[in-house]
C-alpha cells in the first residue's frame, strides 16, 4: 500500500507539471454507465429513480443536487479533474450540452442502467443501447463544431469510461423471478458479458481507442443488499460477493480477448472490488468510522426517493461514512477510489 501510495503521489506530481501548462491530458472524457457515473440524465426522466434533491448533492460545489448519487463528487469528477480539466463533461441531456462545452466530452449515464437493456426498461431509464445512440447524436454535433478531422482526432484520443452491471444484479435479476427462476447467475453473467463485448465493439467502430470498464463492487457489502439479502445479520452477503468476482473474472478475461483482436484498442478494467472492500472491512484504515450504515436517514435501505430532506437520521458528517445512502459511496469514498483508479488506468494516458 505505502509503495503504491509514493507511486501515485509521483504520478500525480507529474500530471499537475503537464497541466500547469494548460492542457489536459486527454482531448475529452466519454461516459457510460449507471448510477455511478450519472450526473443529471435521469433528471429529465419519467423514473423514480433520481438525486436531484437534497440531501443529494449537499457538499458538492454550491450545495447543489445535481442527479449525481452522492453527497458530493462522484470518482468520475475527481478522474476528470487528475486529468487536468476544469469542469465536467456535462449530462448529454442536460442545459449545458451545447456548443463548445461538447468538446470535452459528454455523460451518457444514467441511473438504473446496465448490459442488460431489461433493466434499464424495467426502471424507465436510458440503456446503454439507447446511451450509444446518444453519442452518435453527440459526435454528429462535434464534427459541426471542429470539423471531421478535428473530431476524430477527438474521438480517437479521448478516454471513454464505462460502469455497469450493478443495476443488473439488484435492481433486475436477484429480485426478478422472470430472471433468476430462469436462468443461474452463471448463465446471466454470460449474457451481459455478451452484451458489454458487443458495446465495446460498437464504441471501437465509432472511433474508441482508450477504453476503461469498472469492475463489479462488492455487492453483497452494500448496506442495502445486507438488509435485503443477509437474513438479519449485519456481514456482507457471501453469495453476492461470489457472484461479483465470478462476473469480474469473465469481465477480465472478455477485455482481453477484444484488445488481442482489435488493433490500437487499450482497454482497461478497474478493479473497484478489491480497494472498495478493503475499505469495507477496514475504514479506520481510511480515516472512516462507518462501513454498515449509510449517512442518508437509517442507513440500511434508503437511496433515491428514499433519501430525501425528510429522512430522519442523516449524519451530519459524511466524510465519516464509506456510504451516503444504501448503495452509493460517499464522496470520501470515491477520491480514494479515483487515485486508486488513477493508478490502475496509467495505459489509457501514456
Given amino acids: 500500500m505505502g509503495h503504491a501510495k509514493a507511486l501515485l503521489g509521483v504520478f500525480?506530481?507529474?500530471?499537475?507539471?503537464?497541466?500547469?501548462?494548460?492542457?489536459?491530458?486527454?482531448?475529452?472524457?466519454?461516459?457510460?454507465?449507471?448510477?455511478?457515473?450519472?450526473?443529471?440524465?435521469?433528471?429529465?426522466?419519467?423514473?423514480?429513480?433520481?438525486?436531484?434533491?437534497?440531501?443529494?448533492g449537499r457538499d458538492f460545489s454550491n450545495h447543489s443536487a445535481t442527479g449525481r448519487f452522492c453527497n458530493?463528487?462522484?470518482?468520475?469528477?475527481?478522474?476528470?479533474?487528475?486529468?487536468?480539466?476544469?469542469?465536467?463533461?456535462?449530462?448529454?441531456?442536460?442545459?449545458?450540452?451545447?456548443?463548445?462545452?461538447?468538446?470535452?466530452?459528454?455523460?451518457?449515464?444514467?441511473?438504473?442502467?446496465?448490459?442488460?437493456?431489461?433493466?434499464?426498461?424495467?426502471?424507465?431509464?436510458?440503456?446503454l443501447t439507447q446511451q450509444l445512440e446518444y453519442y452518435k447524436q453527440y459526435q454528429l454535433k462535434v464534427v459541426k463544431i471542429v470539423g471531421t478531422s478535428n473530431a476524430s482526432s477527438i474521438f480517437s484520443g479521448a478516454v471513454y469510461l464505462v460502469s455497469a452491471g450493478s443495476s443488473d444484479f439488484i435492481q433486475n435479476y436477484y429480485i426478478n423471478p422472470l430472471l433468476y427462476k430462469f436462468y443461474t447467475v452463471d448463465q446471466f453473467s454470460d449474457i451481459l458479458i455478451h452484451s458489454f463485448s458487443s458495446f465495446v465493439q460498437k464504441l471501437y467502430r465509432l472511433g474508441a481507442r482508450k477504453i476503461g470498464v469498472t469492475s463489479l463492487p462488492p455487492l453483497g457489502c452494500l448496506p442495502a443488499t445486507i438488509t435485503l439479502f443477509g437474513l438479519d445479520s449485519n456481514v456482507c452477503v457471501k453469495k453476492l460477493n461470489r457472484d461479483a468476482v465470478s462476473f469480474n473474472k469473465k469481465l477480465n478475461a472478455s477485455a482481453i480477448g477484444l484488445q488481442k483482436r482489435l488493433s490500437n484498442l487499450t482497454i482497461v478494467v478497474f478493479d473497484v472490488y478489491n480497494p472498495l472492500l478493503d475499505i469495507i472491512k477496514k475504514p479506520s484504515d481510511s480515516g472512516l468510522f462507518e462501513a454498515r450504515k449509510a449517512c442518508c436517514g437509517t442507513g440500511v435501505v434508503e437511496t433515491s426517493i428514499l433519501c430525501n430532506k425528510e429522512s430522519p437520521g442523516t449524519c451530519a458528517n459524511a466524510t465519516e461514512y464509506v456510504f451516503w445512502d444504501s448503495v452509493h459511496p460517499s464522496e470520501a469514498v470515491n477520491k480514494i477510489l479515483s487515485d486508486d483508479l488513477l493508478i490502475q488506468g496509467i495505459s489509457l494516458i501514456s
Fill in 12 to 56: 500525480i506530481l507529474l500530471v499537475l507539471v503537464i497541466v500547469s501548462h494548460g492542457q489536459p491530458l486527454v482531448p475529452a472524457l466519454i461516459i457510460f454507465g449507471d448510477s455511478t457515473n450519472d450526473v443529471g440524465n435521469n433528471n429529465k426522466l419519467s423514473t423514480i429513480v433520481k438525486a436531484d434533491f437534497p440531501p443529494y
Fill in 72 to 127: 458530493g463528487k462522484l470518482a468520475t469528477d475527481f478522474t476528470a479533474e487528475n486529468l487536468g480539466f476544469t469542469s465536467y463533461p456535462p449530462a448529454y441531456l442536460g442545459p449545458k450540452a451545447k456548443g463548445k462545452n461538447l468538446l470535452i466530452g459528454a455523460n451518457f449515464a444514467s441511473a438504473a442502467s446496465g448490459y442488460y437493456d431489461k433493466t434499464a426498461a424495467l426502471w424507465h431509464t436510458i440503456s
